[in-house]
C-alpha cells in the first residue's frame, strides 16, 4: 500500500517543480498533502493493529502485563487522535523521512550526510517523553533505563545514512561510558565506524546558555564489514 503513496507523490512532485502557475503549483502541493495525511492515517491504522496484537499477547494475570496494558492503551488513544488533531492544527506530528525525501532513499539509499545538534533530555524527571519508546517493537532491543533522549537521534540519523554517509553531531561525551547507553554503543559498533571524537569539554565553552560538557562525534555508516 505504502508503493502506491509513494508512486503518486513521484509524479506529483514532478508537476510541482516543473509548474511555474502560482494557482496550479498551490493545487498541486494541496494534493501532495492531502496524500501525507491519508498516509499517516494508514500507518496510524498498522500502528493500532501492532499494538492490538501486543495487547492480546498479555496475561492480565500478570500485574506487569497489566500495567504494559495500560501503557498500550494509552499509546492507541494517542495514536487514533493524531489525524484529527492534524486536521485541526495542519501541524505534523513526526517528519516523513522516507516519504517526503523518497527520491533521495530510493536513488541513494539515504542522505550523504546528517548533522545535528540534538536535545538532550534525560529520563530522569522526564519519564513521559521515553514511554512511547519503552513499548514501541521498533525500539524494544534499544531502550534501557535512564537514557537521554539524544541516544535515539544518533541511531535515527545513523539510520537516515546512505552506506558510507557521513554523521557529525555535537553532543554531551557520557554515551560513550554511561551503562544505559550500551545499546546505542553496539548499535554504532554494528552499523558504523567512529571516524573522529572532538572533546571540547576541557577547552571551550560551546553553548553561553547552558553550563554542560560537549564533544563532536564523527561517524561513517560501514554495513560492509
Known sequence: KASHYFD??????????????????KAIRQQIEDIEFEFIKSSIEEKAKDI?????????????????NTGLMKQKLEYMAIPSE???????????????????????????????????????????AFESFKISLAWQNFYERKQDIYY???????????????????????????FAATSLRNYIIRQANIMQLINLSETMKVFESASINSLILFLNKNLER
Open 152 to 178: 535515539y537521534f544518533i541511531a535515527k540519523g545513523v539510520s537516515l545514512l546512505k552506506q558510507d554517509g557521513y554523521l557529525s553531531y555535537i553532543i554531551p561525551p557520557y554515551f560513550l561510558t554511561a
Open 52 to 68: 492490538d496484537v501486543q495487547i492480546k499477547n498479555l496475561n492480565m494475570q500478570k500485574p506487569e502485563d497489566r500495567k504494559k
Open 86 to 128: 492534524i486536521h485541526r492544527s495542519k501541524v505534523r506530528p513526526y517528519f516523513l523521512w522516507h516519504f517526503n525525501f523518497f527520491e533521495v532513499f530510493e536513488e541513494k539509499g539515504g542522505f550523504d550526510v546528517v548533522i545535528a545538534n540534538p536535545p538532550y533530555i534525560g529520563q530522569k524527571g522526564n519519564k513521559g
Open 8 to 25: 503518486v507523490l513521484r509524479d506529483l512532485h514532478k508537476q510541482y517543480f516543473n509548474e511555474y502557475d502560482t494557482n496550479k503549483k
